[in-house]
């Protein structure tokens, strides 16, 4: 992409590294904007387990992308490319500079590499029914039966991810095509500059640690006690995020709290390390900084550089 293209600043890195803070000040350095990238951020009634920006940091610099769906709401991945990319091309005819920013890979990646996604609705049917086939048979003969239909998909998503699976054998059973077939990736029409963000897992993991206490201390039970009270059963995908899942066992099962508090903490460890994965499958050039050695003012200043120069520039 030339140096006319329109420019799209990428900020990415795991859970709690600090990509709120460092958008925040580039953004107000540079006239920017932020668009979310996170499957968490767009549920309304979730702030605290999902880290939101505070309302303070949301008056600050304009957020898109945050709080757009109520929790019983299943956002595809087509829609969420489809309300980046207007958000994208709003911030730009209002003259700024758009700042994409989260740790939800897919979403990251379905813009930045210009995915074209299957338009197929869901079929809560055939959905039940290949999650009851998961459960009685393992996650690991779904994805067995992916692999016979459509090796290249099956190649792609981990047996684990049981939602991805079913999500492919729905479209090739919905439309008789592979998935992989139809999710072909056209060049997106951005000049794109990718800063990573990256702390050693030994300061890291007690980071998240910590932050998993604050939120405990900031209401995180009494939100979930909320959502559960408002009827968003704790099924639902959005009920899956970390913290939720294990603060819904803790009301609706009894599980004792700090239980449920160790495993929040240990499966948000886990998921940086699903996030590491997924950034380095797919990294298009990331520019990776320890958060302990940025230095805001001067990225900043590297940053307007390249909005200037084009890809002549280096940060």
């Known amino acids: 992409m030339t140096g006319d293209a329109p420019p799209l600043i990428i900020i990415l890195g795991p859970t709690g590294v600090g990509k709120t803070e460092l958008a925040i000040s580039l953004a107000g350095a540079l006239g920017g904007e932020i668009i979310g990238a996170d499957s968490r951020q767009i549920y309304k009634f979730m702030d605290i387990g999902t880290a939101?920006?505070?309302?303070?940091?949301?008056?600050?610099?304009?957020?898109?992308?945050?709080?757009?769906?109520?929790?019983?709401?299943?956002?595809?991945?087509?829609?969420?490319?489809?309300?980046?990319?207007?958000?994208?091309?709003?911030?730009?005819?209002?003259?700024n500079i758009p700042l994409l920013v989260g740790g939800s890979g897919q979403y990251i990646s379905a813009v930045e590499e210009g995915w074209s996604i299957p338009r197929v609705p869901p079929d809560p049917e055939l959905r039940a029914e290949l999650e009851r086939y998961a459960a009685a048979n393992s996650r690991a003969a779904l994805h067995e039966r992916l692999q016979a239909v459509d090796p290249v998909a099956a190649e792609r998503i981990h047996p684990n991810n049981t939602r991805r699976v079913i999500r492919a054998l729905e479209v090739q059973a919905l439309t008789g095509r592979a998935i992989s077939a139809l999710q072909v990736k056209r060049p997106p029409p951005w000049r794109i500059r990718r800063l990573g963000l990256q702390l050693p897992r030994s300061i890291l993991y007690p980071r998240v640690?910590?932050?998993?206490?604050?939120?405990?201390?900031?209401?995180?039970?009494?939100?979930?006690?909320?959502?559960?009270?408002?009827?968003?059963?704790?099924?639902?995908?959005?009920?899956?995020?970390?913290?939720?899942?294990?603060?819904?066992?803790?009301?609706?099962?009894?599980?004792?709290?700090?239980?449920?508090?160790?495993?929040?903490?240990?499966?948000?460890?886990?998921?940086?390390?699903?996030?590491?994965?997924?950034?380095?499958?797919?990294?298009?050039?990331?520019?990776?900084?320890?958060?302990?050695?940025?230095?805001?003012?001067?990225?900043?200043?590297?940053?307007?550089?390249?909005?200037?120069?084009?890809?002549?520039?280096?940060?």
């Not at 899956?240 to 700090?258: C, F, K, N, Q, V």
């Open 52 to 95: 939101k920006p505070t309302a303070a940091q949301q008056a600050r610099i304009p957020h898109h992308l945050i709080d757009i769906v109520p929790p019983d709401y299943n956002l595809s991945l087509a829609e969420y490319l489809d309300a980046a990319v207007s958000a994208i091309e709003d911030v730009h005819q209002r003259g």
């Open 209 to 315: 640690d910590a932050r998993v206490d604050a939120m405990l201390e900031a209401g995180l039970v009494d939100e979930v006690a909320g959502l559960l009270e408002m009827g968003y059963d704790r099924a639902l995908p959005s009920m899956s995020g970390l913290g939720y899942r294990e603060i819904a066992a803790h009301l609706l099962d009894g599980s004792p709290l700090d239980e449920a508090i160790e495993r929040t903490k240990f499966s948000t460890h886990e998921f940086i390390r699903g996030q590491d994965v997924w950034f380095r499958g797919h990294d298009n050039g990331i520019l990776w900084h320890n958060v302990e050695d940025v230095d805001a003012a001067a990225l900043a200043c590297n940053l307007g550089d390249w909005l200037e120069r084009g890809d002549r520039a280096t940060c």
